[in-house]
């Protein structure tokens, strides 16, 4: 059975950084970050295609990174310059197949982590 599991997530200032990870049992090749806050659509942030490479959504590039460490089937999300409308449940997604051209939409992953919470004060 499939498993993500994020961590990493927390409470921070303005301003403060989070390191968020997630650790799949399976390798997977197309991976993502998302989040949502309460009473606002799931968001697509950042994400990876292990062949090809990176992309960040506009709304935190400059922001926040995306990398990741294959030998240990581990994604990671690097949050600077972190800001309270940044406070969601953060969720890590994975496939091992492209189900769609966007890869910042839900339903181009198959696979979903439980998720994390951030929360930055002002």
């Known amino acids: 059975q499939e498993q993500l599991v994020e961590s990493g997530g927390g409470s921070v200032q303005a301003g403060g950084s989070l390191r968020l990870s997630c650790v799949t049992s399976?390798?997977?090749?197309?991976m993502a970050w998302f989040r949502q806050a309460p009473g606002k659509e799931r968001e697509g942030l950042a994400a990876?295609?292990?062949?090809?490479?990176?992309r960040i959504a506009d709304s935190v590039k400059g922001r926040f990174t995306i990398s990741q460490d294959n030998s240990k089937n581990t994604l990671y999300l690097e949050m600077n310059a972190l800001k309270p409308e940044d406070t969601a449940v953060y969720y890590c997604?994975?496939?091992?197949?492209?189900?769609?051209?966007?890869?910042?939409?839900?339903?181009?992953?198959?696979?979903w982590g439980q998720g994390t919470q951030v929360t930055v004060s002002s």
């Open positions: 990876m295609n292990t062949y090809v490479g990176s």
């Open positions: 399976v390798f997977r090749a197309y």
């Open positions: 997604a994975a496939d091992s197949w492209v189900r769609t051209e966007d890869r910042f939409i839900a339903r181009a992953y198959a696979y």
